[in-house]
């Protein structure tokens, strides 16, 4: 067993504004609710670790297990609904779910704890800044209702970094007292600079997030919201890529996915279909060249079965295609983030170059289909989802908890310190069981090299 991850109480301990003075509305719906199989009473801990060995290792009584605080209603809550002003904004890339998140929040606010003034900043963190000249538009019931049928947001989102100063002085003017934001791992670390600057100027303003990446790179959380929806629409060029992969000789079909740093969406795509011969993700190298590299694997499936179906999360092998282009930089977004070497077309090129030089027949069918897969709609599953993570949010925040996201770990609903949020990244594990899936699955080697 690897060694247990470095978290201690202090690290999960959330940061709370005051106490809890205002009896909840909620409080019919809880009154004799304890800790079961099904519900965690608001004073129970959900425990980090979840086997034997992790507990054990650990070597601490009980009490100081590490856990996290559980999410849920509170039977006292820190804000007055009457009084509470809320904002709203999403920051980022699209993910499904994100009008599902902005719609739970907004029916939760008002239908059951009876918050009426909800405001939602346009198009990221731009929204705060007076010199976009966005509008700030009013949240109801009414004007939420049936946002949760498209995909995108209805805010609108944006990259690029704005000063928290400024963020804070428009939360102040308008007299916020909650804020949520829906967003990425930069836009929660915008979260934490937001809840920094209120927190030194003595502001009682809760910053709330809500997880979005269909990367799935948050930590601490079993899965994001979207993920699930942007995988299965990934599933679907498998097999299209597998259809025409089979329908012609040598044929070879390769299917570029999102996944920056993370290859979640390329493992459970592929496992959903069982159809990839290969799985190239970010966290794995692998080497093209050589007897046991990918090119020489690719010959033998194709000659072995007639085909071959290779899926590649688009930050795989950016060093082979960096280097290829002399190791020139590709610059950043407007939110810092590294652009990528587009590994799909970089493949597509070798591999044909390959089966030209060894006079085997080969059709390769390249499929990207780049921004499909987080622009759509959620499922099912996600909609559940997200409604009860802005359930969650409005409950943690109304009880006054600030500078915290809500996840779920475990298949509880808890409340996640920001800093430890954004304290490093949720990647595939080479040695976890998600990726011994994929080698089950595919048969592939786990390595190429
Ligand atoms: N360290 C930081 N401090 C303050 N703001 C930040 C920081 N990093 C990112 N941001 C801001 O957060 C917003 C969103 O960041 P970014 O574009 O990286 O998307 P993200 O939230 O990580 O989502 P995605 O999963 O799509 O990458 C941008 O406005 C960005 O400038
Ligand atoms: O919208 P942009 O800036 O092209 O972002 C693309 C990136 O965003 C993500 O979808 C994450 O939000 C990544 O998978 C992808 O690399
Ligand atoms: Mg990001």
């Known amino acids: ?29 809880l009154s004799a609710r304890p800790t079961t199989q099904h519900y965690i009473d608001e004073g129970d801990k959900v425990l980090f670790d979840d086997t034997l060995a992790m507990v054990s290792s650990r070597k601490v009584p009980i009490e100081e297990l590490p856990s996290f605080e559980a999410a849920g209603p509170r039977r006292k809550i820190y804000f007055d609904p009457a009084k509470t002003r809320v904002g709203i904004v999403t920051c980022g890339g699209l ?15 008002t239908t059951h704890y009876g918050v ?56 102040s003017r308008m007299n916020i007292n909650i804020l949520f934001v829906i967003g990425g791992d930069g836009t929660l670390r915008g979260a934490g600079e937001i809840a920094r600057v209120a927190n030194e100027r003595g502001e009682k303003i809760a910053v709330v997030g809500i997880p979005k990446t269909i990367d799935n790179d948050i930590p601490f959380i079993d899965q994001s919201f979207g993920f699930q929806t942007a995988f299965a629409k990934a599933s679907e060029s498998i097999v299209a890529a597998h259809a025409e992969a089979t329908s012609a000789p ?37 080497t093209l060249d050589g007897e046991g590299g990918l090119l020489n694997y690719l010959r033998r499936r194709i000659e072995e079965t007639g085909h071959a179906l290779v899926v590649v999360a688009e930050g795989a092998g950016q060093e082979l295609s960096a280097a290829e282009n002399g190791g020139q930089s590709t610059g950043t977004d407007a ?26 027949e080969m059709n390769l069918k390249y499929i990207d289909p780049s921004y499909v897969i987080r622009s759509v709609p959620a499922n099912p599953y996600d909609s559940v989802y997200t409604i009860r993570l802005a359930h969650a949010a409005v409950h943690a925040a109304m009880a006054g908890r600030t500078e915290m996201v809500v996840g779920r770990w475990r298949r509880r609903f808890i409340h996640i ?18 990726w011994m899936s994929v080698l089950e699955a595919t048969g592939q080697p786990p390595r190429f090299q």
């Open 95 to 109: 993910c499904p779910g994100l009008n599902n998140v902005i719609r739970g929040v907004v029916t939760e606010l």
């Open 250 to 286: 040598g044929g070879l079909g390769l299917v570029r996915l999102m996944g920056r740093h993370s290859g979640f969406i390329a493992c459970y795509a592929s496992l959903a279909k069982s159809d990839a011969d290969v799985v190239l993700i970010p966290e794995i190298p692998f």
């Open 335 to 360: 939110s810092g983030n590294r652009k990528l070497h587009d590994v799909g077309v970089f493949l597509s090129r070798r591999i044909t170059d390959y089966f030209a030089s060894v006079g085997v």
């Open 116 to 171: 009426t003034r909800i405001f939602g900043f346009r198009n990221g963190y731009q929204g705060f800044i007076a010199r976009y000249g966005h509008d700030v538009v009013d949240l109801t019931p009414q004007t939420v209702a049936t946002i949760g049928e498209d995909g995108g947001t209805i805010l609108g989102t944006s990259r690029g970094q704005q000063d928290p100063e400024e963020i804070v002085d428009c939360l």
């Open 1 to 29: 067993m690897g060694e247990p991850l470095t978290v201690d109480h202090e690290a999960l301990a959330v940061r709370t504004l005051g106490p809890c003075r205002v009896t909840s509305p909620l409080l019919p719906l």
């Open 417 to 434: 310190p920001l800093p430890l949020a954004i304290s490093h990244r949720n990647q595939v594990d080479p040695s976890g069981d998600l």
